[in-house]
């Protein structure tokens, strides 16, 4: 028997201050997708007053948040505003956390070290359970697999990716055909090749020579193609710098980045742009999603980078 599809749901869409042009971009590509508002207002000693505008006609409709946290502070007030929903009688709730910022903060190596990653997804375990059973909790390329298992059975989370963005950007490139994906440790080729069964694939390595750590070609021929690096996210970039030396070193014609998490703590993106005739541009594309707003607004319209827009991703999601 053919299972018989559910009508389109019509959902309610709050959004963070930080995340407004992406939850407009929602908005547009889906019909479902209903733009509401929240006044972001502050005491005079800094805390959080908040009001959430029609609240009393949430009661009974589907209602989801587009959240941010891209700094502590940011953590409080959307957490405030986060828990506030499912209380207002609403049908369903889902959160939907592009970036789950505290994800490569999840073990300890020695007694004494805190994992944030666990700590956040407590307390994200502790939003209340809507009308219509536990949230929904949308996380794109989580750093480490295994925090899935960090969020309680009052949550459901689902784990999205931002690689089948990549993947239709690779296509419309004039040398599709001349791509070779590079991963640039064994933690990214566990996480992702399963996603590039089509491409020819090459693995990097960091290997310790006394106090550094240097970064080789471990398996994969790169000479002549268009060599594309893919990770989760960056951070200082070093490591994406370091790869690319091997990998032209190595002979490979282009070299170009995605990650989807384009963290890029004080503007360490600077490194990354094209400078003005310049012939060690090293980067011919650098593509990040926009699940993290601030990256996105500073790098617009600077080369290589490229954004990748997570909202039709989104939006589909919210019809799960």
């Given at each position: 028997?053919?299972?018989?599809?559910?009508?389109?749901?019509?959902?309610?869409?709050?959004?963070?201050?930080?995340?407004?042009?992406?939850?407009?971009?929602?908005?547009?590509?889906?019909?479902?997708?209903?733009?509401?508002?929240?006044?972001?207002?502050?005491?005079?000693?800094?805390?959080?007053?908040?009001?959430?505008?029609?609240?009393?006609?949430?009661?009974?409709?589907?209602?989801?948040?587009?959240?941010?946290?891209?700094?502590?502070?940011?953590?409080?007030?959307?957490?405030?505003?986060?828990?506030?929903?499912?209380?207002?009688?609403?049908?369903?709730?889902?959160?939907?956390?592009?970036?789950?910022?505290?994800?490569?903060?999840?073990?300890?190596?020695?007694?004494?070290?805190?994992?944030?990653?666990?700590?956040?997804?407590?307390?994200?375990?502790?939003?209340?359970?809507?009308?219509?059973?536990?949230?929904?909790?949308?996380?794109?390329?989580?750093?480490?697999?295994?925090?899935?298992?960090?969020?309680?059975?009052?949550?459901?989370?689902?784990?999205?990716?931002?690689?089948?963005?990549?993947?239709?950007?690779?296509?419309?490139?004039?040398?599709?055909?001349?791509?070779?994906?590079?991963?640039?440790?064994?933690?990214?080729?566990?996480?992702?090749?399963?996603?590039?069964?089509?491409?020819?694939?090459?693995?990097?390595?960091?290997?310790?020579?006394?106090?550094?750590?240097?970064?080789?070609?471990?398996?994969?021929?790169?000479?002549?193609?268009?060599?594309?690096?893919?990770?989760?996210?960056?951070?200082?970039?070093?490591?994406?710098?370091?790869?690319?030396?091997?990998?032209?070193?190595?002979?490979?014609?282009?070299?170009?980045?995605?990650?989807?998490?384009?963290?890029?703590?004080?503007?360490?993106?600077?490194?990354?742009?094209?400078?003005?005739?310049?012939?060690?541009?090293?980067?011919?594309?650098?593509?990040?999603?926009?699940s993290c707003p601030l990256t996105v607004k500073a790098i617009a319209n600077k080369a290589p980078f490229e954004v990748l827009s997570l909202a039709g991703s989104i939006a589909d999601a919210l019809q799960i």
């Amino acid at each position: 028997m053919a299972l018989v599809k559910c009508p389109k749901k019509q959902v309610n869409l709050f959004y963070s201050l930080d995340c407004e042009e992406l939850a407009h971009k929602v908005a547009l590509l889906s019909p479902h997708v209903i733009l509401q508002n929240i006044k972001w207002r502050s005491f005079a000693d800094g805390f959080p007053n908040i009001y959430i505008n029609n609240a009393e006609e949430l009661r009974g409709q589907h209602v989801a948040f587009l959240a941010s946290f891209s700094s502590p502070a940011q953590v409080f007030e959307q957490l405030s505003v986060i828990y506030a929903l499912p209380r207002l009688f609403v049908a369903s709730f889902t959160l939907v956390l592009p970036f789950f910022p505290t994800g490569s903060f999840e073990r300890m190596e020695e007694e004494g070290d805190v994992a944030t990653a666990f700590t956040l997804a407590r307390m994200l375990s502790n939003i209340p359970i809507s009308r219509g059973g536990p949230t929904s909790l949308v996380i794109y390329d989580i750093h480490a697999l295994q925090e899935r298992f960090y969020f309680g059975d009052e949550v459901l989370p689902l784990f999205e990716t931002g690689i089948p963005l990549l993947r239709q950007r690779l296509s419309q490139l004039p040398d599709a055909d001349n791509v070779v994906i590079a991963f640039p440790d064994d933690g990214a080729w566990k996480r992702f090749h399963k996603l590039f069964d089509n491409f020819s694939v090459v693995v990097c390595t960091k290997v310790r020579e006394g106090d550094k750590r240097i970064v080789r070609l471990k398996e994969g021929h790169v000479s002549g193609h268009h060599v594309v690096i893919v990770d989760d996210l960056v951070q200082s970039g070093g490591t994406l710098v370091e790869c690319q030396k091997v990998l032209a070193a190595n002979g490979a014609a282009k070299v170009s980045a995605y990650v989807t998490h384009g963290v890029f703590p004080n503007q360490s993106w600077e490194r990354f742009l094209h400078k003005s005739g310049s012939l060690e541009n090293a980067f011919s594309y650098f593509w990040i999603t926009d699940s993290c707003p601030l990256t996105v607004k500073a790098i617009a319209n600077k080369a290589p980078f490229e954004v990748l827009s997570l909202a039709g991703s989104i939006a589909d999601a919210l019809q799960i």
